[in-house]
């Protein structure tokens, strides 16, 4: 349909809303009546032509087969569709029957709407439609609503028809119901502000996406494929794909079997696509309701294609039971198989592939992954017939910044991009101009990804910038401000078909302007992330105020020294909390939240113990006693260390007679902590001095990387002893995280400045020793991880202007303000500037 009667179309739907429903339901409510009329005029009108031939089979079923059950599958074959209604009713007929008798009407819509398939019915239960007519029932407009969509004047039919006057009303295809739903569900969501992206993608998104996914296999396109969206919302993804695949793609002499496939959590959205399934004569047994996350669905299926919008930024909170059980992931769909950095599996064989709570966009993706038809399962065949079976599966995914770069290395998210391109999946990536979407201005990505790369692209992933190739909207929709051109979706394909890089082009004024892209090896995106040690070097003496914050615990100062403050000692008596621990209990409490501090149940537990305050006063007790006799200032924590411990063994019997001696040692290590402090001009921290057999030692030097020479780079400093080593404590307020790319020496071999080094252990030598002489490698923290940065590849330095250029447009704007000032004032600029 054109144009112009899509919107008399849209805008006729919209009055209804306005003319009877306005004191009926807040505004926010007509989309509950609305959309599930629509969606049942249009059944309605498809199974009028028909309605003769299925009453007909229903009264052959019933008196000449004298059938207890109807049987489906000749009363889909009467009515032409997947769908069917075997009531006498349609809804004109119900309307001109009607009366004023408000039990009558209603039961001829029960009756009517009883009437239908089963399909049918479970979307009428999710649009809760029954309770809509009863609603409108008791409020005396549901026959007004009835009127207005059985209207003369309004063509939901797949047919041209005229209206009274005599005027062409135009056939509404299913591609223009399409569109009619979804531009309904836009200007619903804009009235009620919901989250951008819930329920559909501009259509000029999904022609990108669909030319990225189909054209670089167009001769090779089966007879017969699957199609899948994990959030397919109202459909309009897979609609869309069909109809490409039909128009851009035709078998000549026959038509492509093409079954779609999809899972929808809104119950309303999921009526509205599972309706328009069913209307464009889909299989609506594929599209399923509920929780993609939490219920792998087609957990059995293996598609050829996946497109799909996920939602970005939406919690999944509420479906981590069903994926993790505690820190484990226990869904296969998000374990990911991953070795380390030293080439070893995880004892559980994967590691987890599941993202933070609070952004659910790439277990999306990864349900995709694992729906991916492998072409190493298959034979190995060139036939024709083996084609398909060879070709794998190819995914286009919209996804906003944070997938790109969210997550450290070894976190979920960096897992999920390092098991996607380390197994050669990610083909290219686009970035979208920003505002391109409906209700979000956010720069957004279309991820391409293919597990049966050509030849050409294997082991390269190509970055294409789009984000400056668009058109202006004369009137915004929503937050939508732009859109791209079909010349703008061709140049963007045209660049990935060509696997090239393009450089951006300056325009007159110097702005960047234009596409760009470039291809890059998988491992350009990887990196290791390695702790950088510094030796811990501590001073000690055992001070007044360094030993009272030991009667505290850390995470319970504040309360603690509130208590303390106000019953003194009594807070050490047995029986001080157990006695009065509810009025106590309720104390902290209310002082707690007037100064603004949390407390869990089990930090209020543990605030209530008395074991709690019993070893704080112990470790004060023992302080001072080790205090009595070690009085001085140590510039050497390991002499400092002998002391008191050999000190310890002879008061620790009397101090700490009621703590078992197993746990004593404990209490010593935390008093001398407390009572330390680091001091760069102090001597470091021996850790432990170790001797190695020289086996010992080969292995040693084996699992690092390096010869006995670089020992030191790696912690491990040479005594005068042969194969003896001193390590020294680190400091964890001076530890360093260093990012080293995959790719460092291969960098480092083009300036020709590389050795025989690991890529870690060069980069330490380049970047941190000349700065850092006593850092050593912490290289059992070492994780891999990957991230693609758009700004660091296609950032563009655009020149400084000239220094006399500023300064004559300062003067101009100089010059223009003080005449605008001077109109304000009514001064004449001359006079004054002469006086």
Same mark, same amino acid.
């Given at each position: 349909?054109?144009?112009?009667?899509?919107?008399?179309?849209?805008?006729?739907?919209?009055?209804?809303?306005?003319?009877?429903?306005?004191?009926?339901?807040?505004?926010?409510?007509?989309?509950?009546?609305?959309?599930?009329?629509?969606?049942?005029?249009?059944?309605?009108?498809?199974?009028?032509?028909?309605?003769?031939?299925?009453?007909?089979?229903?009264?052959?079923?019933?008196?000449?087969?004298?059938?207890?059950?109807?049987?489906?599958?000749?009363?889909?074959?009467?009515?032409?569709?997947?769908?069917?209604?075997?009531?006498?009713?349609?809804?004109?007929?119900?309307?001109?029957?009607?009366?004023?008798?408000?039990?009558?009407?209603?039961?001829?819509?029960?009756?009517?709407?009883?009437?239908?398939?089963?399909?049918?019915?479970?979307?009428?239960?999710?649009?809760?439609?029954?309770?809509?007519?009863?609603?409108?029932?008791?409020?005396?407009?549901?026959?007004?609503?009835?009127?207005?969509?059985?209207?003369?004047? *309004?063509? /939901?039919?797949?047919?041209? #028809?005229? $209206? =009274?006057?005599?005027?062409? !009303? %135009?056939?509404?295809?299913?591609?223009?119901?399409?569109?009619?739903?979804?531009?309904?569900?836009?200007?619903?969501?804009?009235?009620?502000?919901?989250?951008?992206?819930?329920?559909?993608?501009?259509?000029?998104? *999904?022609? /990108?996406?669909?030319?990225? #996914?189909? $054209? =670089?296999?167009?001769?090779? !396109? %089966?007879?017969?494929?699957?199609?899948?969206?994990?959030?397919?919302?109202?459909?309009?993804?897979?609609?869309?794909?069909?109809?490409?695949?039909?128009?851009?793609?035709?078998?000549?002499?026959?038509?492509?079997? *093409?079954? /779609?496939?999809?899972?929808?959590?809104? $119950?309303?959205?999921?009526?509205?696509?599972?309706?328009?399934?069913?209307?464009?004569?889909?299989?609506?047994?594929?599209?399923?309701?509920?929780?993609?996350?939490?219920?792998?669905?087609?957990?059995?299926?293996?598609?050829?294609?996946?497109?799909?919008?996920?939602?970005?930024?939406?919690?999944?909170?509420?479906?981590?039971?069903?994926?993790?059980?505690?820190?484990?992931?226990?869904?296969?769909?998000?374990?990911?198989?991953?070795?380390?950095?030293?080439?070893?599996?995880?004892?559980?064989?994967?590691?987890?592939?599941?993202?933070?709570?609070?952004?659910?966009?790439?277990?999306?993706?990864?349900?995709?992954?694992?729906?991916?038809?492998?072409?190493?399962?298959?034979?190995?065949?060139?036939?024709?017939?083996?084609?398909?079976?060879?070709?794998?599966?190819?995914?286009?995914?919209?996804?906003?910044?944070?997938?790109?770069?969210?997550?450290?290395?070894?976190?979920?998210?960096?897992?999920?991009?390092?098991?996607?391109?380390?197994?050669?999946?990610?083909?290219?990536?686009?970035?979208?101009?920003?505002?391109?979407?409906?209700?979000?201005?956010?720069?957004?990505?279309?991820?391409?990804?293919?597990?049966?790369?050509?030849?050409?692209?294997?082991?390269?992933?190509?970055?294409?910038?789009?984000?400056?190739?668009?058109?202006?909207?004369?009137?915004?929709?929503?937050?939508?401000?732009?859109?791209?051109?079909?010349?703008?979706?061709?140049?963007?394909?045209?660049?990935?078909?060509?696997?090239?890089?393009?450089?951006?082009?300056?325009?007159?004024?110097?702005?960047?302007?234009?596409?760009?892209?470039?291809?890059?090896?998988?491992?350009?995106?990887?990196?290791?992330?390695?702790?950088?040690?510094?030796?811990?070097?501590?001073?000690?003496?055992?001070?007044?105020?360094?030993?009272?914050?030991?009667?505290?615990?850390?995470?319970?100062?504040?309360?603690?020294?509130?208590?303390?403050?106000?019953?003194?000692?009594?807070?050490?008596?047995?029986?001080?909390?157990?006695?009065?621990?509810?009025?106590?209990?309720?104390?902290?409490?209310?002082?707690?939240?007037?100064?603004?501090?949390?407390?869990?149940?089990?930090?209020?537990?543990?605030?209530?113990?008395?074991?709690?305050?019993?070893?704080?006063?112990?470790?004060?007790?023992?302080?001072?006693?080790?205090?009595?006799?070690?009085?001085?200032?140590?510039?050497?924590?390991?002499?400092?260390?002998?002391?008191?411990?050999?000190?310890?063994?002879?008061?620790?019997?009397?101090?700490?007679?009621?703590?078992?001696?197993?746990?004593?040692?404990?209490?010593?290590?935390?008093?001398?902590?407390?009572?330390?402090?680091?001091?760069?001009?102090?001597?470091?921290?021996?850790?432990?001095?170790?001797?190695?057999?020289?086996?010992?030692?080969?292995?040693?030097?084996?699992?690092?990387?390096?010869?006995?020479?670089?020992?030191?780079?790696?912690?491990?400093?040479?005594?005068?002893?042969?194969?003896?080593?001193?390590?020294?404590?680190?400091?964890?307020?001076?530890?360093?995280?260093?990012?080293?790319?995959?790719?460092?020496?291969?960098?480092?071999?083009?300036?020709?400045?590389?050795?025989?080094?690991?890529?870690?252990?060069?980069?330490?030598?380049?970047?941190?020793?000349?700065?850092?002489?006593?850092?050593?490698?912490?290289?059992?923290?070492?994780?891999?991880?990957?991230?693609?940065?758009?700004?660091?590849?296609?950032?563009?330095?655009?020149?400084?202007?000239?220094?006399?250029?500023?300064?004559?447009?300062?003067?101009?704007?100089?010059?223009?303000?003080?005449?605008?000032?001077?109109?304000?004032?009514?001064?004449?600029?001359?006079?004054?500037?002469?006086?």
């Amino acid at each position: 349909m054109d144009h112009s009667a899509h919107n008399k179309l849209i805008s006729f739907i919209w009055s209804i809303a306005d003319d009877c429903l306005r004191d009926v339901y807040v505004r926010g409510k007509y989309r509950d009546v609305i959309l599930p009329m629509v969606v049942l005029r249009r059944l309605d009108t498809l199974l009028e032509p028909t309605k003769a031939e299925v009453l007909a089979e229903v009264k052959f079923q019933i008196e000449e087969m004298e059938a207890t059950e109807l049987d489906d599958a000749p009363l889909i074959d009467a009515a032409g569709y997947v769908f069917y209604n075997t009531s006498k009713w349609t809804l004109t007929s119900i309307k001109e029957t009607a009366t004023n008798n408000r039990q009558i009407i209603l039961a001829n819509i029960e009756e009517y709407l009883n009437g239908f398939s089963a399909n049918v019915k479970e979307i009428i239960e999710c649009f809760n439609l029954k309770s809509q007519f009863q609603h409108m029932a008791g409020k005396d407009v549901l026959l007004d609503v009835l009127e207005k969509f059985v209207s003369p004047y *309004i063509n /939901l039919t797949p047919d041209e #028809v005229e $209206d =009274p006057e005599g005027n062409k !009303l %135009p056939a509404l295809s299913n591609l223009g119901m399409g569109y009619v739903f979804e531009e309904l569900i836009r200007k619903f969501n804009e009235d009620n502000n919901e989250e951008a992206g819930e329920h559909f993608t501009p259509r000029e998104v *999904i022609e /990108l996406m669909t030319h990225l #996914v189909f $054209d =670089p296999i167009k001769s090779d !396109l %089966p007879l017969t494929l699957t199609c899948y969206d994990p959030a397919c919302g109202s459909g309009g993804m897979l609609t869309e794909t069909q109809n490409f695949i039909n128009e851009k793609y035709p078998v000549e002499n026959t038509t492509r079997d *093409i079954n /779609l496939y999809g899972k929808e959590i809104n $119950d309303e959205t999921y009526a509205i696509c599972k309706s328009d399934m069913m209307i464009k004569g889909n299989d609506p047994k594929n599209i399923k309701v509920g929780s993609t996350l939490s219920t792998d669905e087609f957990a059995g299926e293996r598609f050829d294609f996946c497109l799909s919008n996920p939602p970005y930024g939406k919690s999944w909170a509420s479906e981590q039971k069903h994926i993790k059980e505690g820190s484990d992931v226990i869904d296969s769909r998000f374990q990911v198989v991953l070795k380390d950095y030293w080439g070893n599996l995880p004892k559980e064989g994967f590691v987890d592939a599941t993202p933070r709570s609070s952004d659910g966009q790439l277990l999306f993706l990864m349900e995709m992954v694992s729906k991916m038809k492998s072409p190493q399962l298959q034979g190995t065949s060139s036939s024709a017939a083996n084609k398909q079976l060879l070709r794998g599966s190819r995914i286009a995914s919209v996804h906003n910044g944070s997938s790109l770069f969210t997550g450290d290395a070894g976190s979920g998210e960096s897992n999920i991009r390092r098991y996607i391109i380390e197994n050669d999946m990610l083909d290219v990536i686009v970035q979208l101009p920003n505002n391109l979407f409906y209700n979000t201005g956010i720069t957004t990505y279309i991820w391409l990804l293919n597990n049966n790369k050509p030849a050409t692209r294997q082991g390269k992933v190509q970055l294409i910038d789009a984000s400056l190739l668009f058109r202006k909207l004369r009137k915004n929709l929503g937050n939508k401000n732009c859109e791209f051109s079909p010349e703008h979706i061709s140049q963007i394909t045209q660049s990935y078909l060509d696997a090239a890089s393009i450089d951006r082009k300056l325009n007159d004024q110097g702005d960047v302007t234009g596409i760009a892209a470039k291809v890059f090896n998988n491992d350009d995106f990887g990196y290791y992330k390695v702790n950088i040690e510094r030796p811990d070097r501590r001073k000690a003496q055992f001070k007044a105020e360094l030993i009272e914050p030991l009667r505290f615990d850390k995470t319970l100062r504040e309360p603690m020294e509130h208590l303390r403050a106000e019953y003194g000692d009594d807070v050490y008596k047995a029986d001080f909390f157990s006695a009065n621990e509810k009025a106590k209990e309720k104390e902290i409490i209310a002082w707690c939240e007037d100064n603004d501090i949390s407390l869990n149940a089990k930090a209020k537990a543990k605030l209530l113990s008395n074991d709690t305050w019993e070893n704080g006063r112990l470790l004060v007790a023992l302080a001072n006693k080790l205090g009595e006799t070690i009085t001085q200032e140590y510039s050497d924590f390991n002499i400092f260390k002998k002391d008191v411990e050999a000190q310890f063994k002879t008061i620790s019997d009397d101090v700490l007679a009621t703590i078992k001696s197993g746990k004593r040692k404990a209490f010593c290590t935390t008093v001398m902590n407390a009572v330390s402090w680091y001091d760069e001009s102090a001597e470091k921290v021996i850790k432990k001095v170790v001797k190695f057999k020289q086996d010992k030692l080969d292995e040693l030097l084996h699992h690092l990387g390096c010869e006995q020479a670089d020992l030191a780079d790696f912690g491990y400093y040479s005594t005068s002893n042969n194969n003896e080593f001193t390590t020294y404590e680190p400091n964890s307020d001076l530890r360093d995280a260093e990012s080293v790319p995959l790719t460092y020496l291969e960098d480092k071999a083009d300036t020709g400045d590389s050795q025989n080094n690991s890529e870690i252990h060069q980069y330490f030598l380049d970047e941190v020793q000349p700065h850092v002489s006593e850092a050593w490698i912490n290289l059992d923290s070492t994780k891999i991880g990957y991230e693609i940065s758009f700004n660091k590849y296609f950032y563009q330095h655009k020149p400084l202007r000239a220094m006399d250029e500023v300064a004559t447009d300062i003067i101009s704007l100089e010059q223009k303000a003080e005449g605008l000032i001077a109109d304000i004032l009514g001064v004449d600029i001359a006079k004054v500037h002469g006086a």
